[in-house]
């Protein structure tokens, strides 16, 4: 049974830096691929970036590009998202989420599995 359990959400001032946990555990993920995706009251969710495990190949969505990182630790099994220059726009619960198939979307239903979700607020 995979579980996806993310951390290090919070509150921040505009400008400032968040790094986001997500501890992966059940399977082998060297085959997976893992992305961050993040959702607004009211809205759908919006793709952030994505890490295709084995190889550490990254894609981001435009609005984050060039602000967030996405990276991988394999010893921890763990991914992270290093968020600066945060804006208020920023603002929402983030997802990690994993496609055991590999096939690097920015589609959400392309994963099968999600955790339970993160706040992160940015203060203007």
């Known amino acids: 049974q995979v579980q996806l359990v993310e951390s290090g959400g919070g509150l921040v001032q505009a400008g400032g830096s968040l790094r986001l946990s997500c501890a992966a555990s059940g399977r082998t993920f060297s085959n997976y691929v893992m992305a961050w995706f993040r959702q607004t009251p009211g809205a759908e969710s919006e793709f952030v970036a994505r890490?295709?495990?084995?190889?550490?190949?990254?894609y981001y969505a435009g609005s984050v590009k060039g602000r967030f990182t996405i990276s991988r630790d394999n010893a921890k099994n763990t991914v992270y998202l290093q968020m600066d220059s945060l804006k208020p726009e920023d603002t929402a619960v983030y997802y990690c989420?994993?496609?055991?198939?590999?096939?690097?979307?920015?589609?959400?239903?392309?994963?099968?599995?999600w955790g339970q979700g993160t706040q992160v607020t940015v203060s203007s």
């Open positions: 890490i295709r495990w084995s190889e550490g190949t990254t």
């Open positions: 989420a994993a496609d055991s198939r590999g096939r690097a979307s920015g589609w959400a239903p392309t994963y099968d599995y």
